[in-house]
């Protein structure tokens, strides 16, 4: 299923949201001229490579030098390739304005971020001798996800389906949508876990881990409606 739109109304424009798709991908397309050398040294530096802070030695080794954690953030504007770019971006215009409408622009920016850490953290502490970058905006969206999912779960979002190469159109719920998508984590995440041999190369725990903040989180974010004089 391939999501197309959704149908809560938005109210405001969605700067931030804009902003950020803007950032990541106006990086991922510069990143693309850069000999791969320096690509594969970026991805490194700014990437959150779980090894660099549960092994200061090796990462002191690899020529990593302390960051304070700084790639926690800078992780969430970097991207692997033009699927993990399209597929993320494509997620977050479909679901991060509704969220930012109703956090408004400031809170919305906050949560995100926060979101992202937070999910990056689940990701670092659920394998910290991987020695291979941690990059992408997933974990920070999946936490929209998870503030979408409890904010407008009668909202319809549109997906499309392809069927021996003809495209069909269906509304589902995003109740529905985003709690199917939780579940293929979920699955995927532990099958990862229990089985050594089914590995993979998405961040699965940062998406559950984004998804939980999100759904715990949000209500701290959703603007006060000004109570009216009697």
């Known amino acids: 299923m391939i999501p197309i739109r959704d149908t809560a109304p938005c109210h405001s424009r969605a700067y931030v949201t804009w902003t950020i798709m803007l950032i990541c991908t106006l990086i991922f397309i510069a990143m693309q001229f ?21 092994d200061p030695q090796w990462a002191y080794s690899f020529g990593l030098p302390p960051d304070g ?53 689940l990701q670092w502490w659920n394998d910290p001798r991987l020695a291979i970058p941690v990059v992408g905006a997933s974990g920070a969206i999946a936490g929209v996800l998870g503030a979408y999912f409890f904010l407008f779960p009668q909202a319809k979002v549109i997906v499309l389906i392809p069927i021996l190469f003809y ?33 993979t190369n998405i961040a699965l725990w940062a998406h559950l881990g984004g998804f939980i903040a999100g759904a715990v989180l949000h209500p701290l974010f959703i603007k006060r409606k000004k109570a009216l004089p009697e």
Not at 38 to 52: A, D, H, K, S, T
Not at 174 to 180: C, D, E, K, N, Q
Request: glycine share 4%.
């Open 167 to 199: 495209p069909l159109l269906f509304d589902v719920p995003a109740i529905a949508f985003l709690g199917f998508w939780v579940i293929m984590q979920m699955e995927k995440a532990s099958t990862s876990t229990f089985f050594a041999e089914a590995t």
């Open 34 to 54: 850069l000999q791969h050398g320096l690509q594969r040294q970026i991805l490194y530096f700014y990437g959150m490579v779980p090894i660099r802070y549960a």
């Open 69 to 121: 954690y700084l790639s926690f953030v800078t992780s969430l504007f970097l991207h692997s390739d033009w699927y993990h770019i399209i597929s993320n971006m494509i997620f977050m215009w479909i679901f991060a304005d509704n969220v930012e409408d109703a956090m408004g622009r400031w809170r919305f920016l906050i949560f995100y971020l926060l979101c992202g850490i937070l999910a990056t953290y």
